[in-house]
């Protein structure tokens, strides 16, 4: 017994392989999260850019789609229980009589301001880019329809093109000619919302396209010079080709931007007289708020093939944009 009790003792206490006893687990340090301090930082800075993106904008533009799907009225919207209607208010918007002098008036409304726009900004940031003397002020001065706030511009011009009292009918009476009926006449409404238009857009070109002529370098200029090149070659071979980037993304934001001008045609037609200055915006914004019926379904729809405008003019944009590259 005591022989058996000395080899039990050796056996747990000895340093054969079988006789130790396990050492005790290590302990076990806290648990890392997955990735590197660099990408929780991007992926901090990036979450307050994504809630942003999803609450105005993917939620406003599903609420837009979901309207239009439904047929809301005033009880709807207090009461919640739209009818789902499909595609029928597309419909209705596409078969009205308004659909197609609205369309051609947007078309006309878009590309005559935003011709005028770019070329008499362009014509600008030209003669800016010589640094004359008061050349700053003279800017500054040109900012100032983009400074005003758009009611009270509106307001002006409204208050200019009036018929009788309107100090533009007051030079033209003045040297001889006649009365003009500038926001009444089917004929002169569009042209006077475009001219307001033109003069309020005339600045966001000015600013970009000087600051596009600015990275142009002069050692070109200079070479051309002394090549022989007259001014009107320097600009068709030297500014417009290395002004093209800054071009098309002027284009682009003008577009998308003229596509939904609401305020200056509200405030200086209300789209009339009938629907001779009437766009896609304010055909839309007269739907929901500008008559005794709101009908925010159709709104909806029209607001949606707006924004279906919008997105055609940007994929052109990118795919103009890619075959520059690639060329």
Do not use: C
């Amino acid at each position: 017994m005591a022989t058996t009790s000395v080899e039990t003792t050796r056996g747990v206490s000895g340093g054969g392989a079988a006789g130790r006893v396990p050492a005790a687990p290590a302990r076990r340090g806290r648990r890392r999260l997955p990735g590197t301090p660099q990408q929780w930082s991007a992926i901090g800075f990036a979450v307050p850019l994504l809630v942003y993106l999803l609450a105005f904008y993917a939620y406003p533009l599903w609420r837009n789609v979901e309207l239009s799907l439904h047929d809301y009225t005033v009880r709807a919207f207090v009461q919640g229980d739209p009818e789902f209607v499909g595609f029928a208010n597309y419909a209705e918007v596409f078969t009205s009589g308004t659909f197609g002098a609205a369309l051609i008036n947007t078309a006309v409304f878009t590309l005559v301001s935003i011709g005028f726009q770019y070329t008499i900004g362009l014509v600008l940031a030209v003669f800016f880019q010589a640094n004359f003397r008061l050349s700053s002020v003279l800017r500054a001065l040109f900012l100032v329809p983009w400074l005003l706030p758009l009611i009270v511009s509106s307001s002006t011009w409204a208050w200019m093109l009036n018929s009788e009292y309107g100090i533009v009918n007051s030079v033209i009476t003045a040297f001889g000619g006649q009365q003009i009926n500038w926001l009444t006449s089917p004929e002169t409404a569009l042209i006077s919302v475009i001219i307001a238009n033109v003069w309020l857009g005339i600045p966001f070109n000015l600013v970009i396209l000087y600051s596009g002529l600015q990275q142009i370098p002069a050692d070109l200029y200079e070479a051309a010079s002394l090549d022989g090149a007259t001014t009107w070659q320097r600009f068709r071979h030297i500014t417009v080709p290395l002004l093209r980037p800054v071009t098309a993304i002027t284009l682009l934001l003008g577009s998308i931007y003229t596509l939904k001008v609401v305020d200056v045609v509200w405030i200086m037609t209300t789209g009339g007289p009938g629907d001779a200055s009437l766009i896609l915006a304010v055909w839309s914004y007269r739907e929901a708020f500008g008559t005794g019926r709101p009908e925010f379904s159709p709104a909806a729809a029209i607001g949606n093939l707006l924004i279906v405008i919008a997105l055609v003019f940007g994929f052109v944009h990118l795919r103009m944009q890619r075959s520059r590259e690639r060329s």
